[in-house]
């Protein structure tokens, strides 16, 4: 049959040369063996990829929840203020379950009287939950939220304040 040896008839059979047929050189190996460590490997390049998109994502829950809660002191205050509450600072910042300090501003016009326009500003600082902080990185440090009113009654409790909760 010449220098190659043909194995198997018909069509898409290969032909292997002579030299190679009979021989034990090529190890045979059960399926899967020789890919044994590639999913360790694959693992290990994509776990830290994972990780950072988990703890991205937790960052960013956490960071809205203060960004929510700035917003609820801001109206809660507002709100108090525009009936004139007696305990309008303690009760502003009771309303606000935040992790860092923040400064709560009232400021009322020189009138004081009903009808008037009042303001109030709350500013919060944002920290990282993890402590690695490349929330930081995307997002400014400090969060200010303001809301005006209109006094409903005289504001006879409080003048223009700035208090640090």
Known sequence: ?????????????????RAMVGTTD?????????DRG??????????PLLLLLLLGMVEFGYVFAEFNETRHGVHEGARLAAVDDG?????????????????????????????????????????????????????PP????SADFKLEQPSTNWDSALVTC
């Open 38 to 47: 590639a999913n360790l490997v694959e693992f290990a390049i994509l776990m």
């Open 87 to 139: 305990n309008l600072l303690t009760n502003t910042c009771n309303s606000m379950d935040l992790a860092n300090a923040v400064d709560v501003e009232f400021f009322d016009s020189a009138n004081e009287a009903a009808g008037e326009i009042g303001t109030v500003t709350v500013t919060a600082t944002i920290s990282s939950l993890s402590g690695v902080s490349f929330v930081e990185v995307f997002l």
């Open 26 to 34: 090529m190890k045979t190996r059960p399926s899967g063996q020789k």
């Open 1 to 17: 049959m010449g220098p190659s040896q043909r194995v198997g008839s018909g069509y898409g059979k290969s032909i292997i040369p």
């Open 142 to 145: 400090t969060i200010t939220e």
